[in-house]
């Protein structure tokens, strides 16, 4: 097959990562012929643009195609990417992300494109937006859904929001989930002792970390405001912050003001291979994201053997089971989100029988090799 995607940027991301692994997988393992398309990778999140070209994924980069709005600046990245979808001529196009999955799929409809897939990732209204927004984003959710022949979610959740929403009927939508590289995270605790002690933990330190932007409705304001009530009754606990963004330097200064320097570590940007080995430095996982598709890092954390607390919100329900891979709270609650914490730090056993069981339950349901199968098999389909 002749297959090309096209994202908004290639950061550092959930999204992105899932994105790329399957760009990689059908250039190896299936023989596809690919194209990548993508804007560029501006702000503080990092890149894998980088990590594309070197692992041979043909790669274009349009310019103007930035997630903001800005209408003439995306008309100029709709005609390129029509153009560069026109060049390449594929079977298939497919679509992740807000605003390249409306250019996207637009450009692809317009030129004929057998099969046009969209991934919702997570979806671009929510109910943190004002009510104008909220409607702008659904409608052109609606819109670019006419102009493809199947949608593709990451959980089943998302099918439920889109469908609730308006945007296409449930038999439009299949659920795969999101893949990773699962053996890195499965072996993970071989790098234990070493990373802790670069980190300054000792054994008696219960390490408590979350993966994520330091951005707005990623919830790192909850867990800091938690954290003042679980070190009042666990002085051993540290907390490992793992990721950059707009509001590092906020988040420094929430920390500075509830008295926890000490007990806070933010290792600022790490690259994607640096996940599994500061995952083995943790004993317990937070997920306290206020919207997120599939939270795929609760996922790295399961497979890492790392019970995780989370709100219970979106996709995370499917894979933070209560009381057998982790536990659920309530969105922005701080006791609650405290006292769950508390729970897992203080009991080694249950952290251990939490953390073993979303290893066994998920290893083989997120390798990015059966996502991939699934996907290219929903191509097979429609060109079939």
Known sequence: MRIAHVITRLILGGAQENTLLTCEDLL???????????GPALGPEGSLIQRARAGGVPLVVVNPLRRAIHPWRDLAAYRQIKQTLRDF????????????????????????????????HGAPFHPYQGRGARALFRGCERWAARRCHALISVADAMTDLMVDAGVAPRDRFTTIYSGMEVEPLLAADVHRAEVRASLGYTEDHVVVGKIARLFHLKGHEFLVRAAREVVDRHPNVRFLLIGDGLLT???????????????????????????PELIAAIDVGVHVSLREGLPRAAVQMLLGGKPVVSYAIDGAPEV????????????????KLAAAVDRLVGDRSLRSHLGAEGRRRFAEQFDHRRMTIAIRGVYAGLLG
């Not at 190896?28 to 993508?38: A, E, F, I, K």
């Not at 196009?93 to 004929?112: D, M, N, Q, Y």
């Open 320 to 335: 933070v089971v209560p009381e057998e891979t982790g536990l659920l709270v309530p969105p922005k609650s701080v006791g």
């Open 28 to 38: 190896r393992r299936h023989g596809d012929q690919v194209l990548l398309v993508t």
């Open 249 to 275: 330097d906020r988040i420094r200064r929430q920390i500075a003001r509830e008295g926890l320097r000490e007990h806070f570590h933010l290792t600022g940007l790490v690259p994607a291979e640096r996940i």
């Open 89 to 120: 001529r594929p079977d298939v196009v497919h679509t992740h992300s807000a605003k390249a999955g409306v250019l996207g799929r637009a450009a692809a409809w317009s030129l004929g494109v057998p099969a046009v897939v969209h991934t919702v």
